[in-house]
């Protein structure tokens, strides 16, 4: 069988023997460029076994005249950044949450821990950026359930809200509606009092019938014009901001219901220096007091 005249055979190659269906195989030599590139990877190939960790033996491998191990290098940073981090802590464990904010090299260290701590712990119930939501506290604004100065955010922290640690804040709004204490006309008018309350208008007659009602059952908490008691976690009743929700039924359910939210202690789950970082961080995000 031979072969077809084909149109770009110059005839002076050699083929390599092989033919499929006409097409056959020229022997051309390899291009010098590629050669000269393939040659270089081979000399690189064997550079790089004499330097760096290459073969795989029975025990172990070559470990390459360089001696480089990027696992060692990971733990000799490891072990930097914790002498690093522990000369910060000391210092944070040491220092007053005063001092923290005064200095400016330890509060940032202080709020890059307390960055990282919060999103871990404290995001998913206050909210990536702090804003809260309903029935968790904005941390964001210089309103306070408990009172805003380092110390009582520290103090909030460590303890929690109504957590059940023993020395954690407490307070219990009774359920004045469910437990029957007041009647429910009582309960709707205790509402437009507290509407009344935050500059809103509401309906004059039921606000007065409602004032000696709040006289009686509300001022020991929320004060007599409303202001609330950061010693009982008793919010302000004057101002735009709701733990619960500003709108009519949302009042009137607290005041039915009396829900107490609860806050974990950090105590014991994180520690001292971290409390510290964390508390010099609520405080420098919110319009702190
Ligand atoms: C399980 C949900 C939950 C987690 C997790 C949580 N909190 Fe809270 N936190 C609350 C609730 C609910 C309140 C409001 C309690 C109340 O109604 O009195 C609160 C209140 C607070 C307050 C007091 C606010 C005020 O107005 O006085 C601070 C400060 C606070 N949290 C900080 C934190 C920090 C920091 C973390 C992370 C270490 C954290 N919280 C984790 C639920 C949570
Ligand atoms: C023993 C103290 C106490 C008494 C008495 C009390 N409260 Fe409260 N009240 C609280 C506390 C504490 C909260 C916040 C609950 C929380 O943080 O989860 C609250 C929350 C509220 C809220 C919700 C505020 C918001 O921001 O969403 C309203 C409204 C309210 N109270 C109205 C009343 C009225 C009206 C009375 C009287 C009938 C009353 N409270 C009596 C302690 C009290």
Request: charged share 20%.
């Amino acid at each position: 069988m031979s072969a077809p005249e084909h149109p770009h055979d110059s005839g002076s190659v050699g083929t390599t023997g092989h033919e499929w269906d006409g097409i056959r195989e020229l022997d051309n030599p390899l291009p010098r460029w590629w050669l000269w590139i393939f040659y270089a990877c081979i000399a690189f190939a064997v550079g790089y076994w004499v330097l760096m960790p290459a073969w795989p033996g029975l025990s172990g491998y070559t470990k390459g005249i360089l001696g480089r191990s990027d696992r060692a290098e990971v733990v000799e940073q490891l072990a930097r950044l914790k002498t690093l981090r522990g000369a910060q802590n000391a210092r944070l464990a040491k220092a007053s949450l005063q001092e923290i904010e005064q200095d400016p090299g330890l509060q940032a260290h202080a709020l890059a821990v307390g960055q990282s701590v919060f999103g871990d712990n404290c995001a998913t119930c206050h909210g990536v950026g702090g804003t809260g939501g309903k029935g968790y506290a904005n941390l964001r604004d210089d309103v306070w359930l408990w009172g805003g100065t380092l110390d009582d955010i520290h103090r909030t922290l460590q303890y929690g809200i109504r957590s059940g640690h023993p020395q954690a804040r407490f307070s219990q709004m009774p359920a004045f509606g469910r437990d029957q204490i007041l009647t429910p006309g009582q309960v709707g008018d205790l509402t437009e009092y507290v509407v009344a309350l935050s500059g809103r208008p509401a309906n004059p007659a039921a606000v007065q019938r409602a004032a000696p009602v709040y006289a009686a059952n509300c001022v020991a908490c929320h004060g007599p014009e409303g202001r609330g008691d950061p010693l009982q976690g008793a919010p302000n009743l004057t101002d735009r901001e709701w733990l619960y929700g500003s709108a009519r039924k949302d009042i009137q359910a607290q005041i039915h219901g009396g829900v107490g939210g609860v806050m974990p202690a950090w105590t014991g789950r994180l520690d001292p220096e971290t409390l510290k970082a964390l508390a010099v961080y609520v405080h420098a995000n919110a319009a702190g007091q």
